[in-house]
Structures are given as C-alpha cells and as structure tokens.
C-alpha cells in the first residue's frame, strides 16, 4: 500500500538568506533573523497544500517529542571550528560570527524545521548525489537546495524562480529545461537536479572556486565577476564581501551553516521526523498522452500521491504523444502498469482526449484554494498597470497569500481578472472603497509618491540604441520583456549579464535594445 510522505507543517522553506554590509556587525546578523523569521512564514503557505503535508496536518504531532533535552546545547567557536574543519568537504568551510549567527539559525530557532528537513532529504539526497558524482562536481553542494527551496519541488519565488532548484526560465531553457502549458521540468527533481549541475560546472569553469560558484549560484556570474573587479582583482569571497549583493552576502554563510547543521544534528540534540514515503519507486516511459487520474483510478493509487511523485506536470497531463515522457509510481505498482497499460489509456479517455487523441482544453489547476479562516473576503478587478505587488501592499496581505488565494504560481495577471482577497475580520470596510479608487489613489494610500514613480519606471532611450527600464516592484523578467516586441528574457538577460531574474530589484536599471 502506498504510504503518504509524511513531514512537519514546519518544514524549513525556501528563502534568500540575507545579511546585512558588514561582517562586522552582529546586530546585521540579527537583523537577518528577523527577516528569515518573515520569509520562512510566507513561503510554507506554497508548501501546506501540497498533499502530502495535509496528511501531516491529521497526524498528532504532540504524541512527537521535538524536545528531550531542557537545554538546548550551544558550543564554543573553537567547537564549531574544529568540526568544520572535520568535515570532509573540498568547498572552503570558513567560520566567523555570521556563520555562527547563522548555525544558531538551524540548531536553535529551527530546530524542528531541521529534524523534517533532514529526513525529507533521506528521499532527495541520494539522487542527487548520484547525479553530481556523473558530472565530477562536489557532493556536498547539494545543500544548495536546502537554501534555494527547502527540497520542495514546487516552490516558486516572488520572481518565478520555480523548482527545487530555482530556476529562472530562460536559464531553464539555457539548460534544456521544457518549460510550456503542459510540462514544467524546473518542477522535475531529476531533470532540474541535471540542469543544476551543468550550470554548477559551467560556473566552477569561470571562478575556478567553489566559494564563488556559490555565491554566483545565487546572484550570478555578472556579479561576481563585477564584485572581484571593484575589489582589485581579489579572488577570496570574504575579501570582495562588501562588493557583492546583500542577499549574497549571507547566502555562503547559510550554506556553511548548512552543511554544518546536516553533519552535526545530532550533537545538538536535533531528532529527524522521516518521511513514509515509497522510497523505492519506477520510472516509466510514456508515448501517449494519458491523465494522472486515469493512473489514480484504476491502479488505487490517490491522485495527489501520484501528483507528488510527478510535479513537472502542470495540468495533470502526461502529453507523450509524439514523444516520450517519464511518470514515476511506487515500484509496488509497476507490475501492475505494464500489465493494464491498454486498460488505462482507455479509461475515461473521452473526458480528458479528444477522438484522435489530442489533448482537450486544459484543467485548472489541480488544487482548490481553502478560503481562510477569521477573515472578510473582497473582490478586485485587476485594472491596467495593475501587477500583485501592488495589490498586496493595497491590501496589505502576503503576496504568496494573494497567489494561494486565487491558483496563481507566479505572476501573471490580466485585466479585468477578479481576485479574491482576504483581509482580517472587521476590516472589510477599511479595503471596500480600493477597487474603485484610481491607480494614483491607490497609492497614495500607503504613502507612495505616484508622480515621481510614474516618472521614474518610465522607458528611457540612450543614445537611439538602448532603453533604459527602471524595474517596479513586482516586476519579472517575463512582464517586461513582453512589453517590447520580439524580446525575450534570455535577451534582456545576455544584454545585462545576468544568469537568472533571481537578482531583479525595485529600482535596479535594465538595458534593452529594441528590435526592429
């Protein structure tokens, strides 16, 4: 019988570790926790409706004794230098009191988020460990993941960076990566775990330096490179530390934190919470287009099961005709595939398939979003210049809230669109009066000069070449792109040396040379 993964609700989440300028100052460090704390809260809300953590929820967890121990050990630095020094790793495994900060992070303050995460990677580890041995890249980078998503391969950023291993989709695509209607490999544990090997080794090709493939993982080689340029040439990444992007500069720090935290749970009396899941499991080729459901209903498989095991499968369409796609199933169950293979295929085929085949309109989304408790629900018709950064400071929700709330996985709306937002209970008239108000208006609400933006997001020409793009709040790679003909984000992203849109800011000046 199939066994749901169970995990805490708690698991850590995918965040972009920051730190603040100097490595000198504890109170930045701080200041790091308290914006991790945030960050760890928005991002499980896109983990606590994956299937199997709903599972989790109907589990007693107070029958789970997180905390034997009455204190919670903390050592010495020279402790936590000689560990790390132990620690069979070819990647430099530097320790100052922001790393420290940081292991504290992990052993003390997620102490119960580390337990689910080290037996979820029980699951994840081992693959890609095999798959980084057959490119000759060090193992021990694949607590990468834990940083970029918290292993959870459905996460996506606030800039649509998306899968275990955050890619953008134009770096997707660089690597070979299907991203379409039907298919999302960022989202495929394997395939994405390939992509980020190769685009590991390409980055070691450049620096030469696995601190610095790291620290380029994270805001890419352009600012490295541009880093190591302000700094005279210096190679080391705490000598160019100052020159790098605030969130890279806590970014290696939380990867030491990591791989210390991974090899010394125990000593801190951390216990793991492993997962039932099938580790044993199939994979097999597909050549015509087939519906999870069909899988589910006559194999007895439940749906969302056969959803986890397959995320790069958007609208739960396998569309293997013509080509040739992998479904992963519990191993238990590949027998009796092979031998109802025919029987599946023409199970309930009419609803999903047209007469020849092909594929009907798709489906929603497979999950339904469960309106929240204790709060008033409004309507907002999304208006032009309207995008969901705006929207959710308009309403002051999360914005991975407002996307939960309405089934969008990254940040793509369209006029006229209705979203359904959730302010607390007794403030509903507070917001009513929002969706009428002019766009100006609404920013002058939450106090934002709108006539020195409007000027400032403007297009500019320079030298009858280039324009200029100040970037907004909310803004990806994609939405601007789409606003001047025949550019692409991998365009915008070769004229700007940029590897992904994970490093796109409010503010920041983007160079795009129009075509035609």
């Not at 607590?143 to 997707?172: C, D, H, K």
């Not at 620290?215 to 210096?234: D, E, F, L, T």
């Not at 408790?373 to 208006?383: G, P, S």
Request: hydrophobic content about 35%.
């Amino acid at each position: 019988m199939f066994k749901p993964l169970i995990i805490s609700i708690l698991i850590l989440s995918q965040v972009t570790i920051a730190v603040a300028s100097s490595p000198k100052n504890d109170d930045d460090s701080l200041a790091y926790i308290r914006n991790y704390n945030t960050s760890i809260t928005t991002n499980l809300d896109s983990l606590i409706n994956l299937w199997y953590i709903k599972n989790s929820i109907k589990t007693d967890y107070n029958s789970i004794e997180y905390e034997s121990l009455s204190v919670i050990p903390e050592f010495s630095d020279s402790v936590y230098i000689e560990r790390l020094q132990n620690i069979p790793s070819i990647i430099d495994l530097s320790y100052n009191k922001i790393v420290r900060n940081y292991i504290h992070v992990y052993t003390k303050q997620r102490r119960e988020n580390v337990g689910a995460m080290i037996g979820v990677s029980d699951y994840y580890f081992p693959k890609i460990e095999e798959i980084f041995e057959s490119y000759g890249i060090p193992t021990e980078l694949k607590y990468l993941a834990i940083i970029e998503s918290a292993l959870n391969p459905r996460a996506v950023s606030r800039v649509g960076a998306t899968g275990m291993w955050q890619f953008m989709y134009g770096t997707a695509r660089m690597y070979d990566l299907t991203v379409n209607s039907y298919v999302d490999d960022r989202r495929d544990p394997i395939k994405s775990a390939h992509a980020a090997a190769l685009f590991i080794k390409d980055l070691y090709s450049m620096f030469n330096d696995w601190t610095l493939v790291i620290a380029a993982y994270n805001c890419g080689p352009g600012n490295v490179n541009k880093a190591i340029r302000r700094s005279g040439g210096k190679r080391d990444f705490w000598q160019i530390y100052y020159r790098l992007p605030r969130e890279t500069r806590g970014y290696v720090p939380a990867y030491i934190a990591a791989t210390y935290t991974f090899n010394y749970y125990k000593e801190h009396g951390i216990s793991p919470i492993y997962p039932e899941i099938p580790i044993a499991t199939d994979t097999i080729m597909i050549s015509d287009n087939l519906h999870l459901q069909q899988i589910s209903e006559v194999l007895n498989i439940p749906l969302n099961a056969l959803r986890d095991l397959n995320p790069q499968y958007k609208q739960d369409i396998i569309p293997g005709k013509g080509t040739s796609l992998s479904l992963t199933i519990p191993f238990d169950y590949t027998g009796k595939f092979i031998d109802l293979k025919d029987s599946i295929l023409a199970y309930k085929d009419s609803i999903f398939f047209n007469a020849d085949n092909t594929i009907k309109n798709p489906q929603h989304s497979y999950y339904i979003p469960q309106a929240p408790t204790n709060r008033d629900k409004l309507i907002y018709t999304v208006k032009s210049g309207d995008n969901l950064g705006f929207i959710s400071e308009w309403y002051n929700v999360r914005l991975s809230d407002l996307r939960y709330w309405n089934n969008i996985s990254g940040n793509m709306i369209r006029v006229g669109q209705k979203l359904n937002i959730y302010v607390p209970q007794g403030t509903a008239s507070k917001y009513a009066d929002i969706n009428t108000l002019s766009f100006d208006a609404k920013q002058r609400r939450i106090g934002k000069n709108t006539t020195a933006a409007s000027s400032e997001v403007k297009p500019t020409q320079v030298g009858g070449e280039y324009i200029y793009y100040k970037v907004r709040s909310g803004d990806t790679l994609w939405e601007i792109a789409k606003q001047y003909p025949g550019i692409t984000e991998t365009d915008i992203m070769k004229l700007n040396n940029m590897t992904s849109g994970k490093s796109l800011k409010a503010g920041q000046l983007i160079k795009i040379k129009p075509k035609g």
